[in-house]
């Protein structure tokens, strides 16, 4: 594959529709991009005719961007590998990656936003354990990223978090342009417990809006659904200011008020009476939010953190639960009035909410100047 020597060379492996959206980020922003793509028809549309129809209709792709389904090629000479694989298929797609990046020590980035079923482990875990490297070489991205809209040139904002800020500055640096604007944190936790925890309210608000509930029941969800967010990643070592950044609030926001959401749509299918698999059948994409539910609530037992609202949506997929009858429970474990504190023993949860939301129309004003937790 030819490349022009002024341009770095980055790999993106996965090309769903994440995926192949931050390819285009990156060779927007100035690099040339081999995708790797399991299916050998995806590589050859998006190499040849600079599209990927199935995942990203009407989009046409960077010329700088090319694909290949050989993994070998994908990685070769690599300055940067980003990882945009379905969670539960992680573990299993490393072990092919492992032997072509052991004598590198190149930047690791997950783009991804689940917990491993069996093990509970956060992504950026999992790429440790298979790939046997420094922690300090891994980054992951997050923040409210709806692919279609970026895609689309639509301007937004990620958080890339890495335990090394050297690592955390190289992958904001390469991963922005015009339209896609990148801060830094070294709070891993937060940023990926973050994009994990707003998939399963993101559910819950699609749950309640299948069944036809309207705002109040929404703005109840995703304001409690904050809090139980923030107490669960606390427990877990994350600082509180993460989740009330572009990984926590932000994600939160966008992940529960668009019909792009995989894990809204979800939800939605549920709250209009399909069961889990008839739902898992209809979602075309992995809706990670549906896979995380378990894990994360046996990790929320172990640290004796409270999440009804999860634990709701986790009886409406078991089947446990009607839809309907959701939403008495969704903002309360129980008929006894309690106050909006954290667990965590900081702020309570309407104060720490009202301080992130003004911390993001601040954003808004200041057209997406940073604020404490999130540097640019």
């Known amino acids: 594959m030819s490349r022009r020597h002024d341009r770095p060379r980055v790999a993106v492996i996965g090309a769903g529709s994440w995926g192949t959206t931050f390819g285009k980020i990156l060779a927007d922003g100035g690099a040339d991009v081999v995708m790797w793509a399991r299916r050998p028809e995806l590589a050859h549309e998006i190499d040849e005719a600079k599209r990927n129809s199935q995942y990203l209709p009407g989009i046409n792709l960077p010329r700088a961007m090319t694909a290949t389904h050989h993994l070998a090629d994908a990685l070769d000479g690599a300055e940067q590998i980003y990882l945009s694989i379905p969670s539960q298929a992680v573990r299993q797609n490393l072990k092919a990656v492992r032997p072509l990046v052991a004598k590198t020590d190149v930047p690791i980035v997950s783009l991804m936003k689940g917990v491993e079923r069996r093990t509970g482990l956060r992504m950026s875990q999992v790429i440790e354990q298979e790939l046997h490297c420094d922690p300090a070489r891994i980054a992951v991205a997050s923040g409210p990223n709806l692919a279609l809209e970026i895609a689309r040139e639509q301007p937004t904002a990620a958080v890339i978090s890495s335990t090394s800020e050297e690592t955390a ?70 600082q509180s200011e993460t989740l009330q950044g572009l990984a926590g609030l932000g994600d939160l926001i966008a992940t529960c008020q668009s019909p792009l959401s995989r894990n809204n749509t979800a939800g939605r299918l549920l709250g209009q009476g399909y069961g889990f698999q008839d739902v898992v059948k209809q979602m075309q994409q992995t809706a990670e939010g549906l896979a995380s539910v378990a894990p994360v609530l046996q990790l929320a037992r172990e640290v004796g953190v409270e999440m009804p609202i999860v634990e709701q949506v986790k009886m409406v997929l078991d089947g446990t639960m009607d839809p309907r009858d959701i939403a008495p429970h969704l903002t309360t474990d129980d008929d006894t009035p309690k106050g909006e504190r954290t667990q965590n023993g900081q702020a309570g949860g309407g104060g720490a909410l009202w301080r992130s939301l003004e911390r993001a129309f601040d954003q808004f004003r200041n057209r997406g100047r940073s604020a404490p937790g999130d540097r640019p």
């Open 169 to 238: 500055d190289a992958v904001a640096r390469r991963a922005r342009n015009r339209y896609f604007r990148t801060f830094v944190n070294t709070d891993v936790i937060g940023t990926e417990f973050g994009g994990v925890l707003k998939n399963l309210i993101a559910v819950a608000i699609g749950i309640v809006d299948g069944v036809g509930y309207g705002e109040n029941t929404k703005a109840s969800i995703i304001t409690r659904g904050l809090v139980e967010m923030t107490d669960f990643a606390v427990a877990q070592g994350a």
